[in-house]
């Protein structure tokens, strides 16, 4: 068999948005409830790094991928030594190839530790150590201070029983009314060929911030999920990242003030420092793919206005011909 195969050659930038109505983005388990996760000081909605990767795990587990990080029956990681050799068996690879080909077969099979890495150690296995995944992303804060709510609500559970009836209790629910979440990520080029990622899987990625979100959060605590911006900047062989890229977006309330908000047409996004610094790194930058609900309200010099607002400045920043803009 052959190792070779074609990675990620170019770092990219990832700037992600999506929003959450009336529902618990990222519950904390150490607290009363799971109630959602809150900066103590400055009131932003967080949400782990973990539980981004857990929606596009969920995802390209149910568009048929091979995931390697995956929960059990039981709730619990189900990632020990027999699951690697089934996923060798599943690759059709039997006795008599070196350490290096069944490595490549592995990382081949398994699209998350290709994009996300992992730690891991088998008997009777070439693969024993850490991965460092080619895409990390930071952890998720809205990008403004948010109002919690606390629902009463009664929980009342069937059961057969010899006097009849049904039981149940009462209990508190967390929610945040609105929280329009901002995540950073970076696709590092250097990983990527230690994990065999290519630009396939990184297509991969998108689907799954995109669509994911939205099939894998149809759950009490998690509907109102909406994906809103995803924005991927992919920068020239050698070149670096402009870095903190996120925070170039700015938002704009249309209502008293952001914990008034309840839905992405209460803000404009503001994108003149994003625009700004895109256009002083044109020379480095090969593409900017993005992904833009109609939804959207855009600021950008003074002009308000619908998405188009975006794909035209970016085109001016970038030239034309670099942007590629899907609206969803």
Known sequence: MSNEIETVSNRSEIVYLYDAVDANPNGDPLTEENRP???????????????????????????????FVKKSGSGQRDDK???????????GLDEGYTDEELEAAFLDEVTD??????????????????????????????????????????????????????????????????????????IDEHAATDTRLTEADVESLEDALWQGLRSQTNTSSKRGHEPRLLLRVEY???AYHSGDLHRTIDLNPRVEGPKAMRDISDLDLVIDDLVAT???DA???????????????????????????LEKALGEAVGSDSVTITYE
Request: zero cysteines; charged letters at 30%.
């Open 113 to 186: 530790i290709r994009l996300f890495g992992d730690s891991m150690a088998f008997d009777d296995s070439p693969v024993d150590g850490s991965y460092t995944g080619p895409v990390q992303f930071g952890f998720g804060r809205s990008m403004h201070p948010v109002h919690e709510t606390t629902h009463g609500k009664t929980s009342v559970l069937s059961a057969d029983s010899e006097e009849g009836g049904a039981g149940g209790n009462m209990f508190s629910e967390h929610r945040l009314a609105y929280a329009l979440i901002r995540f950073h990520g970076v």
């Open 236 to 238: 020239d062989e050698d």
């Open 278 to 280: 895109l256009a002083d």
């Open 81 to 91: 030594g027999d699951r690697y050799q089934t996923i060798l068996e599943n690759a």
């Open 37 to 67: 996760r809150v900066d103590d000081y400055t009131e932003e909605a967080i949400v782990t790094d973990v539980r981004l990767k857990r929606y596009v795990r969920d995802y390209l587990d149910r568009q048929g991928e091979t995931i």
């Open 283 to 309: 020379d480095d930058i090969a593409t900017v793919v993005v992904r833009a609900s109609r939804r959207l309200q855009i600021q950008f010099d003074g002009e308000h206005g619908e998405a188009e607002i």
